[in-house]
Structures are given as structure tokens and as C-alpha cells.
């Protein structure tokens, strides 16, 4: 079984859509929780930590369930510049952090 | 701030050959790590550096693999020889100080073995 499991999309939202990704994890024990976006042929870039609590940045919204061991990314009134690849990754409390295969995601004009 | 930066961006080079790909992290960052992403797979880790000291290298692959950081600073990753299923894009990764905070990523560099 995979650390982390991502939909893989694509997902093909118009500007001004909200749309949401879903993350998995295995372990249980995982302490630490972020998105990363990647654009094509770039380096992935922090989009932002992912707290117990949930956290908002502008359009952003992030959300970590601990019981389910799930974490979310929520986009609001998509822009044509969110499209990207975003990846979910997690740290299991060591030096490892395991990624997501990664779910695109193409907003349409 | 310079950013993490490697070289080359891309390699080209045919099986059984050698190739060193490089990779120097944001000044001061203690933690370099290597990551390496082959085709349609999920990125995955290879090795941690704190300083010039290798933490985990537990993700190498096989010993055709070597890194290095002398002196704490640059790093440098040996494929030798290199096999086909070596192609993929590798990336480096650079924190501050924890292990398990937020990682800066270069560029990577996109290795092709014929």
C-alpha cells in the first residue's frame, strides 16, 4: 500500500469554480502535512502546511482528518493560474517525506 | 535569496556510463536531500544530509548510487554505471533546521539514459 494516495484527476474545473482535492495516508503516526503545487517541467513550490486546526490562505483552505487520515485542499473561485499539478505530502515525524502521485488540474476559460 | 539550484537541467547519456548530477541548497540550510521522480510514479526520497553527515540514505536504489556533500555545503549524486531504468527527474531539496519542515526544491535535473 502506497505512504500517500492522491486522485490522480485530470481535473477540468471552469474559472470561478470551487474545487476540492482529497489525500490519503497510511500512517497514522504521520506528524507533519503540506501541499505542494508543481507546474509543468518545474520544481514542486510549498503551497502551504496543513494544520490540526485547518488553515486558509486567501482562496486556499486546508483541512486534516486525523481519524481518517485524510487531508484536503479546497480552491475557491479557481483562476486560470491555479492550473497546475498539486501534491500532497507527508512526514512521518523523520527525515522521509512521502509524496503523492500528484492530482491535476486544468482551469478552463 | 538564491534559491536551491542544480546542474545540469538535463543529462543525456547512454547506458553504462557515468553521470554527477549537482545540487547546491540555499545558504545555511543544514538538511539536503535528493528525491528522484521516474515516469508516472510518485516522488520519491533517496537520501538526507544534515550538514556533510548522511542521516538516511535508506531510499537509495542500489550502489551504482553514491552522494556526497564535503564540507557541508554542495552535494553531489554519482550514478555509476547508469541503467536504463535510472532515467527519471531528479530533485534536490534543501530545509533549515528540523528534518520535517517545509523543503525548498531545485529545479531538478531531468536524466535520460539511452
Known amino acids: 500500500r502506497k505512504e500517500v494516495e492522491q486522485d490522480p484527476g485530470p481535473f477540468n474545473v471552469p474559472e470561478g469554480a470551487t474545487v476540492a482535492f482529497n489525500c490519503t495516508y497510511s500512517?497514522?503516526?504521520?506528524?507533519?502535512f503540506f501541499w505542494y503545487r508543481q507546474d509543468c517541467r518545474k520544481e514542486p513550490k510549498l503551497l502551504m502546511s496543513?494544520?490540526?486546526s485547518g488553515n486558509e490562505d486567501g482562496r486556499f483552505t486546508a483541512q486534516l482528518n486525523r481519524a481518517s487520515q485524510y487531508i484536503s485542499l479546497l480552491i475557491r473561485d479557481s483562476k486560470l493560474s491555479d492550473s497546475a499539478t498539486y501534491l500532497c505530502?507527508?512526514?512521518?515525524?523523520?527525515?522521509?517525506?512521502?509524496f503523492g502521485t500528484g492530482t491535476s488540474l486544468t482551469v478552463i476559460p | 535569496e538564491a534559491g536551491v539550484t542544480q546542474f545540469p537541467s538535463h543529462s543525456v547519456i547512454e547506458k553504462g556510463q557515468t553521470v554527477t548530477l549537482r545540487c547546491d541548497p540555499i545558504?545555511?540550510?543544514?538538511?539536503l536531500y535528493w528525491y528522484r521522480r521516474v515516469m508516472g510514479k510518485e516522488i520519491k526520497f533517496l537520501l538526507h544530509?544534515?550538514?556533510?553527515?548522511?542521516?538516511?540514505e535508506s531510499g537509495m536504489p542500489n550502489n551504482r548510487f553514491l552522494a556526497e556533500r564535503t564540507g557541508g555545503t554542495y552535494s553531489t549524486l554519482k550514478v555509476q554505471p547508469a541503467e536504463l531504468e535510472d532515467s527519471g527527474v531528479y530533485f534536490c531539496?534543501?530545509?533549515?533546521?528540523?528534518?520535517?519542515?517545509?523543503?525548498?526544491f531545485g529545479s531538478g535535473t531531468q536524466l535520460s539514459v539511452l
Open positions: 500512517n497514522s503516526a504521520s506528524q507533519s
Open positions: 505530502v507527508v512526514n512521518q515525524g523523520g527525515n522521509q517525506f512521502y
Open positions: 531539496a534543501s530545509s533549515q533546521f528540523r528534518a520535517n519542515e517545509k523543503l525548498f
Open positions: 544530509f544534515v550538514k556533510e553527515s548522511k542521516q538516511d
Open positions: 545558504s545555511g540550510h543544514d538538511n
Open positions: 496543513v494544520y490540526s
